[in-house]
Each structure stands twice: as C-alpha cells, then as structure tokens.
C-alpha cells in the first residue's frame, strides 16, 4: 500500500503528531563509528566494503540503529546526509563527479528505505550552505551572504533527492541565517517539487544564529504571500537547546499560527571544540513530557531528537506523544 502524501497526512489528520528518530550521526559515534570527518554520518557509506560485504560491522551498526529508533516508536525517520552536498563530498572523498556522487545518494536511500520499511516515512536529510564552512552554529556567512549562490550549491542534491519517490519529504536543517533562509523560501514548485521543511538554528536567546529574531523570519514568509511554495509543509528547529526550545517554538506559532512545525532539538549537552567532548546538560530544566506537551500546544507536528538524542529519548518522546494524544481522545 503506498503511502499517502505526508502534507496530505498532515492536513488530513490534524490531531496526529509524528515522532521523528533522533540525532543520528552521534548514535552511529557512540556505537563506534568515527563520525568526526567533514562528511559527519555519510562517512560509512563511502567505503566499497560497506556496499560489497553484507556482514560489515558498520552496515550491522547503522542497520541497528535505524531498528532501534523505530522500535522507541519513530514513525519518520532520516537519511544520514546531512553533510552529502556535491561539494563535500567532492572536497574530501574519492567521489568527484557528479555520476559517482548520484549513486552514492542512491544507494543510501535505498539502503535507508530497506532499513525502515516502506510503512514509514522518510526524510531527505539536507544540511544548511553553513554546515559545509562550520557556521551553522553562529550564522557567520561572511561579509556578503546576499551574494553567495544558494541554489548552486544545493543543486546537485535537491535534483537527486525531488527525483527520488522513496522520500516524502525534503528537509533543510539548521539554517542559521536570513538570506540563505530567504533564498530557500524564493525557489518555486520547479525546484522545491515535492513537500520540504526548514529547520532553523537558534540560539537559547531566541534570535536566528545571525542575530535575526523570529519576528523578523515570520515577516519575511508572510511577505511571500501566494508566492509562497506550497510545498512548504513544516517550519521549526533543529539542534537547538533543550531546555529554551519551548520558548523558541512559542514565539514561530505566535508569529505563524497556521503554519505546522517541526521540532527536534539536540538533547542539551554542550560540545566541547578544544577537548572535543560532550559536557553533560547538568541542569535538565524539563523532562520529555514537558517539551513535547508544549511543542503539541505550539502547533508542531513532527517531534523528535537532534545530536546526542538516543533512541531512549525517542521512546520517551513516543510515550509523551501518545499521552496527549490519548488526553484528547478522552476530551
């Protein structure tokens, strides 16, 4: 049975949230696979053994992870390609052209699919214009971020992944400044072909990583007016912290009370770049039901986990969402 289309899901179903897997290419760390490379997560699917040996220890890892995520109750699950743009993967692995380059894609949405089944839905996972530079966590595009190329950039990746009906939705993640956000918002249904997201990176104090607050981001969709892509399907955020998440998802449905988010922030440890090593969120403000009983109240839809979320924090996330699913059948 094919799966309905996930906008239609969505509208369709308004009372339904979807729990989303969690932070991936940490998981695939803690299970021993060595993620710190300028590819993060794809870095597994570059070596031939792990198409041409079946038994390979990191096929079985990712395998399990994807199985154990979907056993917590993730019912939409990503693609690891958040740092599988062209020129990455160009920049730093054997693969320079772009056939090469789309057959690794490929691959690792078909390796995916067959992981999750054909019942749930996936994710095309894609990172943001900073996460290739290192800047999705400040938003520095540079002097003139108006002038750089977005869509060149992304190109080779939205072609490969708009042409692929094995993923139901598009996902930009971490987009920490306006004009490369106002870019992705100015492609129309000819580039944009299927259903997308936008996940923002925002600081603790609310305001985009380039210092742009979400009032400012709402005024520059509510400008679009039917311009608009209708594929737009989900704003929110994505690797954001924990604890002042709820806060940040208040202030987008304040400013965009009709638009459906998204939400998965990291699980609020603090990364360590001299030491590279994760410090413990020693003051966890709220628990799992706390978070998603106030992302459900904001209008989100799609809740899950970012970097150094374990399937235990997906299942507790699936525990919450049916709570409140089961309060309002109750009603």
């Known amino acids: 049975m094919a799966r309905q289309c996930i906008k239609n899901y969505l509208q369709e179903n308004p009372n339904k949230v979807l729990v989303m897997d969690g932070g991936q290419g940490t998981e695939l760390e803690n299970r021993g696979i060595k993620v710190a490379n300028p590819v993060w997560s794809t870095i597994p699917f570059i070596s031939e053994s792990f198409w041409s040996d ?42 320079k052209n772009t056939k090469h380059y789309n057959e690794l894609l490929n691959r690792i949405i078909d390796f995916s699919r067959d992981c999750i089944g054909e019942e749930r839905y996936l994710i095309g996972c894609i990172g943001s214009w900073g996460a290739h530079i290192c800047a999705e966590f400040h938003g520095d595009y540079g002097e003139h971020p108006e002038n750089i190329d977005f869509y060149e950039y992304f190109k080779p990746q939205l072609d490969n992944f708009f042409n692929n ?44 990583r380039d210092g742009t607050s979400m009032q400012e981001v709402a005024n520059l969709i509510k400008g679009f007016g039917e311009k608009l892509n209708p594929n737009l399907t989900l704003l929110g955020i994505n690797c954001v912290s924990y604890n002042h998440s709820n806060d940040i ?11 459906p988010l998204i939400a998965y922030p990291n699980s609020g440890e603090i990364y360590d770049t001299t ?34 979320t374990t399937p235990n924090d997906i299942k507790a996330v699936t525990i919450a969402v049916k709570e409140r699913a089961k309060k309002y059948i109750d009603m």
């Open 54 to 95: 079946q038994s390979s220890e990191d096929r079985k890892i990712v395998k399990e992870m994807f199985n154990d995520f979907i056993n917590a109750g993730a019912e939409i699950l990503m693609t690891t390609t958040y740092q599988t743009s062209f020129k990455s993967v160009s920049e730093n692995t054997p693969i």
């Open 165 to 208: 009906n094995k993923l139901d939705l598009i996902g930009f993640e971490t987009v920490p400044n306006i004009h490369e956000l106002k870019a992705i918002l100015s492609w129309d249904e000819k580039i944009l072909s299927k259903p997308f997201y936008i996940g923002l990176s925002v600081h603790e104090n609310g305001l985009l």
């Open 249 to 259: 998802i208040k202030s987008i449905h304040k400013e965009l009370p009709n638009l």
């Open 275 to 308: 030491k590279k090593i994760w410090l413990p969120n020693k003051n966890p403000i709220f628990t799992w039901d706390d978070i998603v009983k106030g992302y459900i109240e904001a209008g989100v839809r799609i809740i899950g986990g970012c970097c150094r």
